[in-house]
Every structure is written in structure tokens, then in C-alpha cells.
């Protein structure tokens, strides 16, 4: 049996202002206090469209492939809910910004059917009565909808994924499916010939990972009732996080009926070449480039997938990347500095830690003035106090030890007072190394350099 999946997702854009209207868009400010009459839908009242809002839809549409409606309108969709005040929602569905783009997921495209710029409903808090907070009505929002062309969750995933690092990198969403910032939507449809299915629409799925679980529960679900003589029929389901299973929600008997049309209040907008150049040339350095450039620069592909997942850090990097050995630097960012950060649960830039400080450690590293031990005590301490590296070095005596005339006094000590483990060494044991090394490091503290210790102690053996 063939499935076959297509997703659409829903996206808030950070615009300062929401798509409509003035009030300012932020959902987490108190309330009901980001609201004026246009998004409590007024009679009379005009919408007046947020350029910012068309010109981060562009951002997304170049970097996601699609071609653009150089003459492109709003419609209205007409439907009735307590969430909708007006009555009808300001959307696109002519005319879409955005049509017939791809994303790339490990050498397959996933074809993107359109993208489209539309407002976001206020929120309803369902207890004994409804309640509505406002301060969601007419959040600007754009929606990516896919060809039916992924084949697993697997695939779903990574889609997802791909899409939310662009959108994050663009600069244009917090894309946060956990609060609601960009939310999914499956069709799933299980077919034994080559027509397709009939699809089934899963809702409410709260995380990438879950889409996957969601998927693949849906194409066993109709793979069994399909074995079993059953017919598939149109339905909207709901993921249950708790049990991974989609729960009924209803059945779809009838199609939707929002009699679109044109929306009167706002006129044709044309994007001319000069406004798309702009867009264009102002564009950020995405994700596929960065990971380019970290793979040429010897990094290694788990601190990649790390930097990239974690904007912030991957901002520090780029900072001064130019200034350091970037594959010390990224050990540090994706080891020390980010355990640091996630139990304290707090960003890079929360912290003391300054661009200079990280540069002078990385270059005490690289040239092994300290050792990765140090590093760690070092770490601890300009993460939470702005003192000079160098500083701290010199009062905590830290410099490693690298001359070779003192790290040949230490390793003779340490053979002439160890002479049963100079004998295990002649007889083949390979404990003897280690345990002399360990003496090594206590005789120095632990300030000797362990690479040149141990090229010295085993130069120092062999004349035994």
C-alpha cells in the first residue's frame, strides 16, 4: 500500500504591527491590551496593509523556491465563528504571494503547492463560557501547503524541520510549534492501486516529533481498515500526545463553502522588479550555506547540527569566526558553554561571556598554552564575571606547562621514582604507560602539556 502525506502549516510573521491594522503584535502582552477596532471588526472600519508583513512573505517565498504573484490581491473567506468578528477572515486565495516552490530534504524535493498571507483569528479559552483574547486577531500569518508528495513521517519530519530552521534563519517567525507559532496540519491518505486515497486530516499536533508519530499512526490505522474490507471516508482527527494515537474529531460530509471573493477595502498590489531586488539583496545566510561553510572549515557534523539548532549559538560563532580556530571554538560552544546554558536555562548573550574573552581562550587552546582541563575552570569563570582571560591565567596559574626542558625534569623524576613501572613497561604491560602519566599530571599539578608528556615519557622508556 502506497501512503502519501501533505502538509499544510501556519506560520506567525514578527512584524511590529499586525497584518491590518496598527495595534501592535505581540500575543503575550496582557490580555486583550494589543486590540483597536479594526481587529474587533467595527463597522466602517478599513484595513491598511503592513508592507513589513508582504516583505518578510517575499523573504520566505525566494528562499523557499517559489515563483512570485507579481499582481496579487486579498479575498475574503466568509465563514462564521466566535473567534471572527468580522465575519469573514482576510486571506488569499486567488492569488497567492507564492506558487509552485520546493524544499530540498536529503537529495528529494518536497513540492510546495502555494504560500499565501493571511490574518490569525483572536484566541478562544473555552470554560463555562468562551472567552476571547484579542490580541491574536489579525496577527499576520503565512501559510505553507504542500503537494501530496511525502511518503512517511520520517520524511515529514525533516521537512519540517528544514522549513522551521529556514523560516528562524530568515529572521521572520520565532517558529516555535510548542507556543503556537507555527502550527501543522497532515493529510494522510493509504491507496492498494495508483489513485490516491482518500485523505484524512490529522489537527492539533504540538511538536515536530509528534507529526512523525501522527503519520505513521494514520497510515497504519488505514492500512488495517482498508485490509479488512473497511472504507477509508473523509474525516478530522486530533493527535492524542499522551496515547500517539488520532482521536475522531468529525467526519467531513460536506465541503466548505466560504464564498470567497475579492477583498474591497484593499487594492491590487503589484510587486515591481525594484521591490523584489531589494528583498533580494538583503537576504540572510541561510542554513544550507552555513552548514557548507562549517563542513570546509573541518567541523565536525554533530557540533553542525548543534550550531544549527541553536540560533543564538550560531550567532556567537559567526562573530568570531574569522578570529579563532573554528574547531575549538565550535567543541566549546556545543560542549561546556551549551551544558552551561541549558541547566541554567538561559541564552549566550544572558551570560558575562564576551567575544574578546572567547577569542583569547580559543587562541590559548590552539596554541596549547592551556589544557582542555583548564579551559573547563576557565569557562565556568567568564560565563559568569567579564575578568580578562589572560587575567584569570595569571592569578589562578594556569599556563600550561610546554617547555621541553621542563617536561623532560618532570618525566625523569617521575621514571627514576617508578621503577616497577619502568619494568612492567619493558615486559610488554600497557598499564604502565597510563599509570606514569597519571604520576606525570600529579607531579605537575596537571599544568603539563598531556601530548608532549607523552611523547617525552615513552622517548625516555625506550632507552631502558
Not at 418 to 443: C, H, T, W
Request: glycine share 4%.
Amino acid at each position: 500500500m502506497k501512503p502519501t502525506i501533505g502538509i499544510e502549516v501556519h506560520v506567525e510573521l514578527k512584524s511590529m504591527a499586525k497584518a491590518f491594522s496598527l495595534s501592535k503584535n505581540n500575543f503575550n502582552d496582557e490580555v486583550n491590551s494589543n486590540i483597536n477596532v479594526i481587529d474587533l471588526g467595527h463597522p466602517g472600519v478599513l484595513p491598511r496593509v503592513n508592507k513589513g508583513v508582504i516583505d518578510m512573505a517575499l523573504k520566505a517565498c525566494l528562499a523557499l523556491n517559489f515563483k512570485i504573484n507579481r499582481l496579487m490581491h486579498f479575498d475574503r473567506k466568509n465563514y462564521f465563528y466566535p473567534d471572527l468578528p468580522k465575519g469573514y477572515q482576510i486571506t488569499q486565495q486567488d492569488t497567492p504571494i507564492g506558487y509552485d516552490g520546493y524544499v530540498e530534504v536529503s537529495n528529494k524535493k518536497i513540492y510546495l503547492e502555494r504560500m499565501h498571507i493571511e490574518e490569525d483569528t483572536c484566541k478562544s479559552i473555552h470554560t463555562t463560557d468562551t472567552l476571547l483574547n484579542f490580541n491574536r486577531s489579525g496577527v499576520p500569518l503565512i501559510e505553507i501547503v504542500t503537494k501530496p508528495c511525502i511518503e512517511s513521517g520520517a520524511e515529514a519530519m525533516e521537512y519540517l524541520e528544514k522549513l522551521r530552521e529556514t523560516l528562524l534563519y530568515l529572521g521572520i517567525s520565532d517558529v516555535k510549534i510548542e507556543e503556537g507559532s507555527m502550527r501543522c496540519d497532515v493529510n494522510v491518505s493509504v491507496s492498494d492501486s495508483d489513485k490516491l486515497g482518500t485523505k484524512c486530516e490529522v489537527k492539533n499536533i504540538g511538536s515536530i516529533s509528534n507529526v512523525g508519530l501522527a503519520i505513521d499512526y494514520e497510515i497504519k490505522r488505514q492500512e488495517e481498515l482498508i485490509k479488512k474490507g473497511g472504507k477509508i471516508v473523509p474525516q478530522t482527527r486530533r493527535f492524542d500526545d499522551k496515547t500517539k494515537t488520532t482521536i475522531l474529531m468529525r467526519y467531513k460530509e460536506t465541503g466548505n463553502d466560504y464564498r470567497y471573493f475579492p477583498e474591497p477595502d484593499i487594492p491590487f498590489i503589484y510587486i515591481d522588479d525594484e521591490w523584489l531586488k531589494n528583498i533580494s539583496d538583503n537576504m540572510p545566510v541561510l542554513t544550507d550555506e552555513l552548514k557548507n561553510k562549517y563542513v570546509s572549515l573541518g567541523i565536525n557534523s554533530n557540533n553542525i547540527k548543534t550550531i544549527i539548532a541553536n540560533r543564538n549559538i550560531c550567532n556567537f560563532l559567526e562573530e568570531v569566526i574569522e578570529d579563532v580556530n573554528p574547531v575549538i571554538a565550535s567543541n566549546l560552544l556545543t560542549g561546556d558553554i551549551l551544558s552551561y546554558l541549558n541547566k541554567n536555562i538561559i541564552k549566550i548573550e544572558d551570560t558575562k561571556l564576551t567575544k574578546n574573552n572567547f577569542i583569547k581562550l580559543v587562541n590559548l587552546l590552539d596554541k596549547k598554552t592551556i589544557s582542555s582541563k583548564q579551559a573547563k575552570e576557565i569557562i565556568n569563570i567568564i560565563l559568569e564575571d567579564e575578568k580578562d582571560v589572560l587575567e584569570i591565567v595569571k592569578e589562578n596559574n594556569l599556563e600550561q606547562i610546554s617547555d621541553d626542558s621542563l617536561i623532560l625534569d618532570i618525566v625523569t623524576k617521575v621514571i627514576k621514582n617508578n621503577p616497577d613501572s619502568v619494568k612492567d613497561f619493558k615486559d610488554g604491560k600497557d598499564r604502565a604507560i597510563k599509570y606514569l602519566m597519571g604520576q606525570i599530571m600529579k607531579e605537575s599539578k596537571g599544568q603539563i602539556n598531556p601530548n608532549l608528556a607523552n611523547e617525552a615519557l615513552i622517548r625516555e622508556l625506550s632507552k631502558y
